[in-house]
């Protein structure tokens, strides 16, 4: 359950009244009246949305921190949620509706609502981004312009420029280099990877010239799924019983060769049609042209339905997420073992929260006799819902604290677009 210790909670249009877009930021959309008149509408209907946000998880030792919130609509209990689903499904025609409330682990959500033109849910976006990208900054003493790279990640993009609004709404400079990452729930864990194999190295040092001279480099990634999942466009009676909107901001200092926060040891990905078999979604980009599409197709395994009608998941797509995932751990494993590591190397394992169903399908699995992990390094962190890509860094974040510096943790990150990446790093190294 959300404890009080735990989570700052307080209105969303008290969000916005203190946010105003960034910290001492001008406000960036002032000259939009559109974009003004949707921030009032935003704040207005917002009244009774809840902002549940976790203080800062900061480890000063190994420079890594991590701000997140889930925001929206409350719905505090199994009986809420249902009833919610319900009224969604009812109000798009839809009936006989299953109750999988009992399988998700999930006692509480929060939903932005349905129905909000898009310009709202990009304000709302900018208005989270602003927030919880300064804090992670702030708790390391690190300015906006002090960035070297920026990852945005989100399942389904409803903009093509995504990536820049956010940045621009929490004050990071336009020159900063930007990745955009939408490999739906796999997106942050497969971030995280690239960043530490050096697929970006060439940009960072391309903008901070100290970079190539030993410098670590100010990394931010944010993640954000919003309610484009669960809009009146969509209808998948899965969604609001599993899906909460929220967020989270993960900075941390990199370099390949000096003093980092994470050094990578292992890392394997894989891409796999079958993992999405029993999936459906629409795919917003399909009409944008060539360049705005470059690099949000990553998700390409999703099938598109064959009609104008809802999205649709079948519940026994957590059955192909685990078969997948634990093959590819296993993989992981066996090249880890074979160099001569050892499961009791590692300290935690940090593995992304669909349900409690699969959620502890992964366990079992993973503290079998043939991998032979404990309980002790697996843990369930994530009660509020699945937030897809940002579960890894609220996971991780969650669990800073109880990290020394030389710990050893294994990410596990895949999910619905067939997309599946298990890597072992080195904490605070």
């Given at each position: ?9 307080r209105?969303?249009n008290e969000l916005?009244a203190v946010?105003?877009?960034?910290n ?8 939009s009246l ?10 207005a209907?917002?009244e009774?949305w809840i ?15 991590v701000?997140?919130?889930f925001?929206g609509k409350?719905?505090n209990?199994?009986e809420?949620?249902?009833a ?7 109000n798009?025609g839809?009936g006989g509706?299953?109750d999988y409330t ?5 006692s509480?959500l929060r939903q932005?609502?349905t129905g909000?033109?898009k310009v ?12 919880l ?6 708790a390391?003493?690190i300015?906006?312009?002090e ?7 989100t ?9 820049h609004?956010w ?6 400079p336009?020159?900063?280099?930007m990745?955009?990452?939408?490999e739906?729930?796999?997106?942050s864990g497969?971030a995280i990877?690239?960043?530490?194999e050096?697929?970006?190295d060439?940009k ?5 010239l100290n970079?190539a001279?030993?410098t670590p480099?100010n990394?931010?990634?944010f ?7 669960m809009a009146d466009k ?12 929220g967020?989270?901001a993960?900075v941390w200092?990199y370099?390949p060769?000096?003093?980092s926060s ?9 891409s796999?049609?079958r ?10 980009y ?12 990553t998700?390409q395994?999703?099938k598109k339905?064959?009609?104008d009608?809802?999205i ?5 797509a957590?059955?192909a ?14 090249e ?5 590591g050892?499961?009791?190397d590692i300290?935690r394992?940090?593995i992304h929260?669909?349900s409690?169903?699969?959620f502890d399908?992964?366990v079992?699995r993973?503290t079998?006799?043939?991998r032979?992990?404990?309980e002790d ?11 897809p ?10 669990q800073?604290?109880a ?13 619905a677009?067939?997309e599946y990446t298990?890597f072992?790093?080195d904490?605070g190294?």
């Amino acid at each position: 359950m959300i404890t009080s210790e735990r989570v700052g909670t307080r209105t969303f249009n008290e969000l916005g009244a203190v946010q105003e877009l960034g910290n001492d930021q001008p406000d960036l959309l002032a000259n939009s009246l559109l974009h003004l008149h949707s921030r009032e509408r935003i704040l207005a209907s917002a009244e009774e949305w809840i902002w549940d946000e976790d203080p800062v998880h900061h480890h000063s030792g190994a420079e890594v921190s991590v701000a997140s919130a889930f925001y929206g609509k409350p719905l505090n209990s199994p009986e809420e949620i249902f009833a919610e689903t319900q009224r969604l499904m009812e109000n798009l025609g839809r009936g006989g509706v299953v109750d999988y409330t009992g399988q998700t682990g999930f006692s509480v959500l929060r939903q932005m609502p349905t129905g909000l033109e898009k310009v709202e849910y990009q304000l709302t976006q900018e208005l989270v981004a602003a927030e919880l990208i300064s804090n992670a900054l702030s708790a390391q003493g690190i300015s906006p312009k002090e960035v070297d790279l920026f990852i945005a990640v989100t399942s389904i993009p409803i903009d093509p420029h995504f990536d820049h609004d956010w940045a621009s709404a929490a004050g990071i400079p336009a020159d900063v280099p930007m990745v955009r990452i939408c490999e739906a729930c796999n997106s942050s864990g497969h971030a995280i990877a690239r960043v530490l194999e050096g697929d970006f190295d060439q940009k960072i040092a391309a903008h901070n010239l100290n970079f190539a001279q030993g410098t670590p480099a100010n990394i931010v990634l944010f993640a954000l799924d919003d309610a484009n999942r669960m809009a009146d466009k969509g209808g998948d009676p899965l969604s609001p019983q599993f899906f909460s909107t929220g967020a989270a901001a993960m900075v941390w200092k990199y370099h390949p060769e000096s003093p980092s926060s994470l050094k990578m040891v292992l890392h394997k990905s894989m891409s796999e049609e079958r993992g999405t078999e029993f999936l459906k979604v629409p795919r917003p980009y399909d009409d944008w042209d060539e360049v705005d599409k470059e690099d949000l197709y990553t998700a390409q395994f999703l099938k598109k339905p064959d009609h104008d009608g809802p999205i649709e998941m079948d519940p026994r797509a957590s059955g192909a997420f685990i078969t997948y995932a634990m093959r590819l751990a296993d993989e992981v494993m066996d090249e880890y073992i074979a160099q001569g590591g050892s499961v009791t190397d590692i300290k935690r394992v940090i593995i992304h929260h669909p349900s409690k169903t699969v959620f502890d399908g992964a366990v079992k699995r993973m503290t079998r006799e043939k991998r032979g992990f404990t309980e002790d390094q697996i843990h369930w962190e994530i009660n509020e819902g699945n937030v897809p890509v940002a579960t890894i860094p609220i996971a991780f974040g969650r669990q800073l604290e109880a990290l020394e510096n030389g710990d050893r943790l294994l990410f596990l990150s895949f999910g619905a677009g067939g997309e599946y990446t298990c890597f072992i790093a080195d904490f605070g190294a």
